[in-house]
């Protein structure tokens, strides 16, 4: 039987590559204690119903572009495993973007659970990711303690960067930001990519392999002060411990480094956007690092700074991706590899019932792509800084370790010492 399907909207432009690579970006908060199954399936069906494009999925178009619909179909709710099943794995995780562009897995583990909440990239960043996840523990925690969440309010479907833009009247200038690394374009001779396409692509998103590293918080304390001091943030002091890792690793000093990330729009536009008004608010802000052996952490971390407030100040970042669409993986050809990193920042605090405590959390990306995935992710949650690297290479190429490495010792190089 087939049910007729309403269509939401079509996707934009910079949510369409989300869609090509079929990817998923998935947060799994670790629990210690009993989740009560059934209260977590009712929170799961609250947030469902507060936000309504979650019960989407995605359809194509004559034209091959996608569109979010809806249809009569409930959506099949969350999935418990039996038994701790280790990693997670092409067998074990579900995700169809035609099916349901949200899941959630309840994986036992020997102290309580992780709760892996899987929302495709299309209609969600990192930052709409964690307040969904916030607000699906507030539902869960009032359900366990009250019996009831009361009155959910409705949201609408979130805007796309393209709406919000418009919106504000920010319009496509003549500088797109890549103006910055377009120096090393052709400018050295360079061995093969290791994100070459080898236009192999999986029919149905597979885990991306990732190397983690958690700072403790007295670490991330150490490095927060040594920040301030220097008045530098934490992001561009973390960016410039990877830039510095990848030129080690690299072993080729005289080739600069470009780098890449998004910049959250939310409370950078006027007026500012809600958490989960906007599919995927970003600007991509560009930097060519230029470093040699006496390059310095919070010097490097400076630059970047500078170069950021001036790309924000002439309203560069905040157009950026109407000159293109953000892309994982590949590489222009010439061009050194990219360093790509994503900045989530502070996580909210969930709420939980006294019997269950949030511990930790990790990060998971599943999509189908074709060439070599290399990106950083990093965030703080309980007062602590994490590092991910999703990257094809082997074992991450070893840059976790000496990220890690680089960013504790920086404080006492300094003379900042944290208990």
């Known amino acids: 039987m087939v049910f007729p399907a309403s269509v939401v909207r079509p996707l934009s432009r910079s949510e369409e590559m989300f869609a090509d690579m079929q ?21 799961f069906d609250a947030l469902l119903q507060a936000h309504p494009i979650l019960n989407a999925h995605l359809e194509r178009r004559s034209d091959g572009r996608h569109q979010f619909v809806v249809d009569d179909l409930l959506h099949p709710g969350i999935r418990v495993l039996e038994s701790a099943q280790g990693p997670p794995n092409g067998a074990d995780v579900h995700l169809d973007q035609y099916v349901s562009l949200i899941n959630l897995d309840v994986r036992p583990t020997d102290r309580g659970a992780e709760l892996c909440l899987y929302i495709h990239h299309s ?128 072993e080729t000093p005289s080739i600069p480094i470009p780098y890449i990330y998004p910049v959250d729009l939310r409370y950078l536009l006027s007026p500012p956007v809600a958490a989960t008004a906007s599919t995927n608010p970003l600007g991509v802000a560009a930097y060519l690092a230029e470093i040699d052996s006496d390059t310095d952490i919070v010097e490097l971390a400076g630059d970047i700074a500078q170069n950021f407030r001036e790309d924000l100040s002439e309203g560069v970042i905040q157009q950026s991706l109407l000159h293109f ?43 189908t792509a074709s060439t070599g995935v290399d990106i950083y992710c990093t965030g703080i949650f309980l007062d602590r800084l994490w590092i991910e690297h999703y990257a094809h290479a082997p074992a991450g190429g070893g840059t976790i370790e000496a990220v890690s490495a680089l960013l504790c010792s920086a404080p006492s190089q300094y003379g900042w010492a944290m208990e």
Request: proline residues 8%; contains cysteine; charged residues 20%.
């Open 23 to 43: 990817n998923y970006m998935g947060l799994a908060p670790h629990v210690t204690g009993t989740v009560d199954v059934d209260a977590m399936a009712d929170a």
């Open 123 to 250: 209609l969600a960043d990192a930052h709409h990711q964690f307040a969904l996840a916030h607000e699906l523990f507030g539902y869960y925690t009032d359900l366990v303690c009250t019996g009831s969440i009361g009155d959910v309010s409705v949201n609408p479907a979130p805007d796309s960067l393209e709406t919000l833009l418009a919106d504000r009247g920010i319009e496509k200038k003549r500088r797109s930001g890549f103006e910055r690394i377009m120096p090393a374009m052709f400018a050295y001779d360079l061995p093969p990519s290791r994100r070459a396409d080898t236009g192999d692509a999986p029919a149905r998103p597979v885990s991306v392999p990732v190397t983690r590293c958690w700072l403790t918080e007295g670490e991330t304390q150490g490095l927060m002060a040594l920040c301030q001091e220097n008045r530098v943030s934490l992001s561009t002091a973390v960016s410039a411990a990877i830039l510095l890792a990848e030129w080690k690793i690299r």
């Open 325 to 367: 669409s953000p892309q994982y993986v590949g590489n222009p050809p010439g061009l050194p590899d990219v360093v790509m990193c994503t900045d989530g920042g502070p996580a909210p605090t969930m709420r939980t019932p006294d019997n269950l405590v949030i511990d930790g959390v990790h990060g998971e990306m599943w999509l």
